[in-house]
């Protein structure tokens, strides 16, 4: 499972603890039905939300999703609903 290293806090950080945190995940893992040319996403977890990125170029960071919304884009994905 992943998991997220490494949390800082920006320099202009609220001294009270008000503030934004910024970490990464570390764990990533691509799905057993990717394509072996490389196109595919890659999944890590961030505390309980899923966090997905792009294989191809990682560097460009990641987004979440909430427990919700992952399932249904996995049933969005088990429908067909994103045929070309």
Partial sequence: MSEVHGWRKST???PIGNCVEVGHVVGWRKSRFSHPN???VEVGRVADHAAV???KSPETGYFTASPAQWR???????DDRFSI
């Fill in 53 to 55: 990125r792009d294989s």
């Fill in 72 to 78: 249904a884009f996995l049933d969005a994905v088990k």
């Fill in 12 to 14: 202009r950080s609220n």
């Fill in 38 to 40: 490389g196109d595919c």
